[in-house]
């Protein structure tokens, strides 16, 4: 037995999953970094009841090759965004996922196309 809180992320697009989670004592604090790259102020929404759940869009340039071999083609997507809030900007949910491509390759040459864990 621990006594270290236990955080979950990935995958929580609804309050009624996140309460599941949190209510059945399996885990301490939900993340939603996702949710919240799109929605800086989904925490306020939580707690003031005007959040039930979010749909994200997938990000793909709808060419197979590319969405195949781009691994990170998504996390850096989310990354951008995520810059963006650190920057005091609001994010661009409709951000052409080609300049997000191009961005990352510019700025991390072609790791972009490597999985980052195993």
Known sequence: MTTTP??????FRSLDGMTHALTDGGIDMVGVGKPFAIVPDLPNRVFQGSFTNITLKPIRTGNRSIDKSAAMLELGWYEQQLKRLGKGKLPKPDYSVWLSLIYSILTQGISVFKKRRG
Not at 6 to 11: A, D, F
């Open 6 to 11: 236990l955080v979950v992320t990935g995958g």
